[in-house]
């Protein structure tokens, strides 16, 4: 007899990102801004207040209540978490029992499957429309025939870069009544659709924020769950006593703090991404090298091409990093001179 892992861990490998050292990385969806020297002052003169023997704050009370000037909700429904990663797991893991079908849908992140696999739910599938959008009626279908306890999606979507309204979310959640809808909103701070600010009217409705994206902070872990009062006393039970250290405390209290300085980092990173998009097809329009460019509601542009494969690599030899999917590039949007650098390899591969 020997000792043999189980069959779910058996075939598992560890995520496996895009390593090596690339001169322009637009493969991760990060915000393209680094903190300024004023701004990691600040932060290191938190961090020197940190007493470094005691354990850190369980409910993070300071970054939370940050999160919530920000972005207008009661610290009351906010639970904070080790990047949206833990959340997602955290969630995955405890709101559902094993067996339980979760729903999720195709493209998008593909943590939700992962972490609900792990955690032995069935997950079902729902194919999106052949352009990527959703249709809400259908959705719902496949929930109630699934008998879904859980539906699971971005919005704005990763990778696809398109957005659901408010509306067909509302509605989503409302003709779903038993079933827990997570609701990814990791970009929407590029777009307009967000039900934040709605939380409190449903008893079935998790809203995930992050730290990664829009707010630049990728290195620190963090992000935060939203949701009614019962089901925020529930994640706060269930997650790890200690789950964000307060290291990441202190700074992300810091950035959090920092709205102007945020909302001009945001604008910046919506301005880049629009010209990207106008680039990139204006570039299609010449070469007809691309079956589909995306309209983003992200800091990402979601190309449909058969040449995903070739371009990836032309742009890896040229020290570029992008994201590819099978049939796909994901580009996201840096400063104006990393997207000129871009769209210059990308004509140079175009007109060969
Ligand atoms: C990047 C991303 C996140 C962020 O995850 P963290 O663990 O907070 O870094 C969450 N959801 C989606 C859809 C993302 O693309």
């Known amino acids: 007899m020997s000792y043999k892992l189980n069959k779910k ?10 390593t090596g050292t690339y001169k322009i990385r637009l493969d991760a969806n990060e915000s393209c801004f680094n903190l300024s020297d004023s701004l990691k002052e600040k932060i290191c003169r938190s961090i020197s207040e940190v007493s470094f023997n005691r354990y850190p704050d369980c409910l993070a009370e300071k970054p939370v209540k940050a999160f919530s000037q920000l972005y207008g909700v009661s610290p009351e429904l906010v639970t904070a978490g080790n990047g949206s990663d833990e959340l997602i797991s955290i969630i995955t893991g405890c709101f559902f029992e094993s067996g339980d079908t979760i729903v999720d849908v195709s493209n998008d992140f593909s943590m939700y499957g992962f972490y609900a696999q792990l955690y032995e739910l069935k997950v079902a599938t729902y194919q999106k429309e052949a352009d990527l ?11 109630r ?26 509605k989503i ?5 038993d079933c827990l809808v997570i609701l990814d909103e990791a970009y929407m701070d590029f777009w307009d659709q967000s039900l934040l600010g709605e939380i409190d009217n449903y008893d079935n409705l998790i809203i995930l924020k992050t730290c990664s994206k829009a707010i630049g902070m990728a290195a620190v872990r963090f992000g935060f769950a939203v949701a009614n009062k019962v089901i925020t006393t529930a994640m706060r039970a269930a997650k790890s006593p200690y789950n964000n250290d307060s290291v990441a405390q202190a700074i992300v209290s810091d950035i959090l703090a920092e709205k102007e300085y945020l909302n001009k980092c945001r604008e910046v990173i919506i301005a880049n991404t629009r010209s990207l998009y106008g680039s990139i097809t204006a570039l299609n329009e010449k070469y007809k090298a691309f079956d589909e460019v995306y309209k983003p509601c992200t800091n990402f542009v979601y190309i449909k091409t058969d040449k995903f494969q070739d371009i990836y690599e032309f742009m890896l030899e040229n020290s570029i990093a992008i994201r590819k999917f099978n049939g796909y590039l994901r580009v996201t949007a840096g400063t104006e001179a ?8 990308l004509e140079k591969y175009l007109s060969r």
């Open 9 to 18: 861990l058996a075939d598992l490998v560890p995520y496996d990102p895009i």
């Open 133 to 143: 959008t959703i249709s809400p009626e259908k959705l719902i279908e496949f929930c």
């Open 145 to 170: 025939s699934s008998n879904a306890k859980g539906l699971i999606f971005s919005n704005p979507c990763n990778p696809t870069s398109l957005g659901l309204d408010r509306a067909s979310v509302r």
């Open 338 to 345: 990393e997207n000129a650098e871009f769209m210059a390899v």
């Open 173 to 177: 959640i409302e003709e779903l009544p």
